[in-house]
């Protein structure tokens, strides 16, 4: 997300309840961290939150940690989601998220990531074997990943790596919106809803691996 420099951000951040700042020390602690057993969901590149605050006042039974590179973005988005329970904020570039959890994480969601779309780029995209491999240290149990996008390179791209690297493909679709079975309980993204808003179809998959 490209967003001017927000010139008040350190203010902003600091005063928030739910940026965690020390990440790495919450490795293997992260449901001592909401005080309760409950799953634990990460979006990565959560921009200014609002998938993230959507959900979780939808699922106040689950755990839900956004990750975003950029001050900035983290900036916009605690002040759009306030102070709520179960979320936290990681500001951070998601190369290092195998050193912030360590097999805790029961689903990830992927929303409108950077597409990268030159092929010599391809090792950058969230769903390629160096990020994939990465994810396998920070999942319990089945591994499940959540991907939206309105790039077909990206989706494209995702379907193979993904299946390449083992993962079974579920609930495919090339217009989420039309689909009245998934678009029941979908929860819009900031990029989604500006997308969907323009006519382009958003495409989605979820993928398990045992
Ligand atoms: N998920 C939001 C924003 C999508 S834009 C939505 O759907 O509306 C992609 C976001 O991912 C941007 O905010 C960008 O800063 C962030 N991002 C991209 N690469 C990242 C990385 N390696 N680590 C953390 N955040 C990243």
């Not at 997300?1 to 490795?27: C, F, G, Q, T, Y």
Request: glycine share 4%.
């Amino acid at each position: 997300m490209r967003l001017r420099n927000v010139r008040n951000k350190e203010s902003i951040m600091a005063v928030s309840n739910i940026i965690v700042w020390n990440p790495k020390d919450k490795i293997g602690h992260w449901q001592e961290e909401f005080q309760n057993e409950n799953p634990i969901h990460v979006e990565v590149g959560m921009g200014k939150g609002a998938f993230l605050k959507g959900m979780a006042e939808k699922y106040p039974d689950i755990n839900f940690i956004g990750i975003e590179k950029y001050d900035s973005v983290v900036a916009r988005a605690v002040e759009h989601i306030g102070d709520v329970p179960n979320i936290r904020i990681i500001r951070m570039n998601a190369l290092e998220i195998d050193e912030m959890f360590d097999h805790e994480v029961e689903r990830l969601y992927l929303n409108f990531s950077d597409p990268w779309p030159k092929k010599r780029w391809a090792k950058r995209r969230l769903t390629s074997p160096i990020f994939l491999e990465k994810y396998d240290h920070i999942f319990r149990g089945q591994k499940e990943i959540v991907q939206k996008t309105d790039n077909p390179i990206l989706f494209t791209y995702s379907l193979e790596s993904l299946s390449q690297y083992g993962y079974k493909l579920y609930d495919i679709s090339l217009d989420l919106h039309k689909d009245e079975e998934l678009s029941k309980d979908n929860v819009e993204t900031e990029f989604e809803h500006r997308f969907a808003t323009q006519g382009n179809p958003i495409y989605t998959v979820t993928a398990r691996k045992e």
